[in-house]
């Protein structure tokens, strides 16, 4: 019996961008968005598909308190907050830093507070640290009488990958010739239930920092879901796209945004989305991906991230275009 509960409508809507295909070189039907970031819940965005397997894990075993970890501004904390108050659960994010770090927040955290989460501050540590402070806050929570249940990283597990599993056969229902998928790779989950719908040789994931292998993550999440062995090497990763590190303005990110943003009116952020589609331009520049072939640009939302990231909400700002009267 599945436990998958429902917390959006599907399917989403899958555009043509002909503007911005002609302003790669691509002809004007090559290019389409898989529109994720229109998912209802909570402002958008591909973690929505995991939560409906994760979220639903939980309410079967009983538990009242969704806790889960990521950056202060991730979108995967945001959108668990927002499960949390459509279903009526409670929620603790588990974050890096502290609280005066936060001072003046914006983005996400702002809809993590009206969303009613709790956020506790586990200051300095890498990934494998706050999984071992989300185990501490689970344990303190049981001493209280509440009942806990932990979501990982990004949402990405096993079942929570079942997600992109079912987000790929839509995409195949929506275009089925569709020869190169697009993906922002954070904590992998999202492309591995996409190899697993659509197999490796249609999925170009760009990692953007969020893990250190990332196809050792990707092959084993996309092996534990298929129950078939895949092989990191055979996976399509560009890692061109990093730049100084996750969280930090890439140059080539903040102009693929706005070519984005001025050719179809699509906003991007510059943590995953827009690391994605200059992984993207990049693929086109370097011929992996070339005219003639139906590209799908999945996108994975993030907008409330952009107003949180200061130096890019910044250079946008610096560089606007102005008009002044005669």
Not at 65 to 89: C, E, F, M
Not at 266 to 286: E, H
Request: include cysteine.
């Amino acid at each position: 019996m599945s436990d998958k509960i429902a917390l959006s409508t599907w399917p989403t809507p899958l555009e043509p961008m002909p503007r911005l295909a002609a302003a790669l070189g691509l002809g004007e039907g090559d290019l389409w968005v898989k529109r994720d970031d229109l998912i209802g819940l909570g402002g958008g965005g591909n973690k929505v598909r995991k939560l409906e397997w994760t979220v639903g894990a939980a309410l079967a075993e009983g538990a009242d308190t969704l806790v889960t970890t990521g950056a202060a501004q991730s979108n995967h904390a945001r959108l668990t907050a927002a499960a949390g108050a459509r279903l009526g659960l409670d929620v603790v994010l588990v974050f890096p830093g502290t609280r005066q770090s936060a001072a003046g927040s914006s983005g996400n955290l702002v809809l993590d507070s009206l969303f009613g989460a709790r956020v506790f501050w586990a200051g300095d540590g890498d990934p494998s640290t706050l999984a071992g402070v989300a185990d501490g806050v689970c344990e303190q929570l049981r001493r209280d009488g509440a009942r806990p249940h932990l979501i990982p990283f990004g949402g990405s597990s096993p079942l929570g990958a079942r997600g992109y599993l079912d987000g790929g056969k839509e995409l195949l229902a929506q275009l089925a010739d569709v020869q190169h998928v697009v993906v922002a790779l954070g904590s992998g989950g999202t492309m591995a239930g996409l190899v697993g719908a659509l197999g490796e040789e249609r999925v170009l994931g760009v990692h953007c920092g969020a893990v250190a292998e990332p196809a050792v993550v990707v092959a084993g999440l996309a092996g534990a879901l298929t129950g078939r062995n895949r092989t990191p090497g055979a996976l399509r990763i560009r890692t061109d796209q990093v730049g100084a590190g996750y969280g930090v303005l890439h140059e080539p990110v903040l102009e693929a945004i706005r070519t984005a943003a001025a050719t179809e009116g699509i906003v991007l952020d510059p943590v995953y989305s827009g690391r994605a589609m200059a992984g993207l331009i990049a693929a086109v520049r370097d011929g992996d991906v070339r005219r003639g072939q139906r590209t799908v640009f999945l996108h994975t939302g993030g907008l409330p991230g952009l107003f949180g990231h200061a130096q890019t909400v910044h250079r946008s700002v610096t560089d606007l275009h102005t008009y002044e009267a005669v």
